[in-house]
């Protein structure tokens, strides 16, 4: 299995909407496939997205292989447009775009910029396993032989380049010998709990136990569950963190219960430029996937809907920030501007 992969002068992606049930995979020679994948949730997760772009962004060089010199930048620049505007929310998108964009802009010209734009996305896919597997090591320091671990969506390969963010630590830790257990919280509406964490760590052979997102609280107050860890889309410089829907309140359950709740995320996730978590773009999705679960519809027709995608966990929940670079211990007061300088 793999989430995606450069081959040839084509992207594959993993088509996560047809999982559990199908895993079949896409090949893409047009950069728009790839534009289309993101959008629609073929692939998805924040890092795993970034990849995506990166990727796709190095196709369009060659899908603009026979334009004029000058057209070659305009026509790059309306591609990486697009990517931009795929998704809003995850930070890792922009992280990668903006690398390319650097590439691009250094190279001379269109045989250069092509060969230095694929050199790059294979660049940002490769560091991205070499970070997971570093949170995985340093994260799997919080986790004990024995713990039941819950999460929430999937922040394991399925959404980065491979390993996983939150899943890595759990991966690590049971790399380790420990013998965990993982609680996999549903994730409505988009089920990717359901459906993607759980397949992942079934395959691997990780227990884990299904719960629906309304479920947590009752395992928390029973001593079912002795940590909390979760990926995330974009941390804001004071160290709140946006997550899948539903994370926010299993953050606040935590807290009532004294459960540690750690948020495991590359550096590419960190986001100094937005202040606070109310700053961060909050992505609406189509109202059908509340309405229906599959074919099935399971809202009265003309009902109010809302969907958004992310909600925001307040730094004072959360434990610890764990990076590839170094973890940051309860980032409430002093967030992670102090951590990215230490980095310089
Ligand atoms: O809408 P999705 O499936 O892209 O949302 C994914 C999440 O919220 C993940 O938890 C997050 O991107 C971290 S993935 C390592």
Redesign the pocket.
């Known amino acids: 299995m793999f989430t995606i992969k450069w081959e040839g002068d084509a992207v594959v992606i993993l088509d996560q909407r047809r999982l559990p049930v199908r895993e079949t995979y896409s090949t893409y020679r047009h950069y728009s496939g790839v534009v289309n994948s993101i959008k629609d949730?073929e692939i998805?997760?924040?890092?795993?997205?970034g990849v995506a772009a990166a990727m796709g962004i190095a196709l369009a060089s060659l899908n603009f292989d026979d334009a004029k010199p000058e057209k070659f930048r305009e026509r790059m620049n309306d591609a990486i447009g697009l990517f931009a505007a795929a998704?809003p929310t995850?930070v890792n998108l922009f992280w990668a775009i903006n690398r390319m964009k650097a590439v691009l802009e250094s190279a001379s010209d269109k045989n250069s910029a092509r060969e230095k734009l694929k050199a790059e996305a294979l660049r940002i896919y490769e560091e991205d396993i070499a970070a997971n597997r570093e949170i995985g090591r340093l994260g799997s320091a919080y986790i004990k032989d024995g713990d039941t671990v819950m999460t929430?969506?999937?922040?394991?390969a399925l959404?980065?380049a491979g390993y996983?963010?939150?899943l890595g630590v759990i991966r690590a830790a049971v790399e380790q010998g420990k013998k965990i257990q993982v609680f996999a919280c549903e994730t409505r509406p988009?089920l990717?709990g359901a459906r993607l964490t759980a397949w992942e760590l079934m395959k691997e052979g990780i227990p884990v136990t299904v719960i629906t997102d309304g479920m947590s609280g009752h395992f928390m107050s029973r001593g079912a569950i002795q940590k909390v860890i979760?990926?995330?889309?974009r941390i804001a410089a004071n160290g709140d963190a946006a997550?899948?829907i539903g994370?926010y309140g299993h953050s606040v359950l935590a807290r009532e219960h004294g459960i540690p709740f750690y948020v495991a995320?590359p550096v590419s996730?960190l986001d100094p430029g937005v202040a606070t978590g109310n700053e961060i773009p909050i992505?609406e999705r189509s109202v059908d996937e509340v309405a229906y679960i599959g074919e099935r519809q399971i809202v009265p027709e003309g009902v109010f809907i809302r969907n958004p995608?992310?909600d925001v966990t307040p730094a004072r929940n959360i434990s610890a920030i764990i990076t590839e670079k170094g973890v940051i211990e309860n980032p409430c007061g002093r967030g992670i501007t102090g951590f990215l300088q230490g980095l310089k």
């Open positions: 949730m998805r997760g924040a890092p795993a997205i998704r995850a929430h969506c999937n922040a394991g959404a980065t996983g963010t939150a988009y990717q979760v990926g995330a889309d997550n899948k994370t995320a996730t992505e995608s992310f």
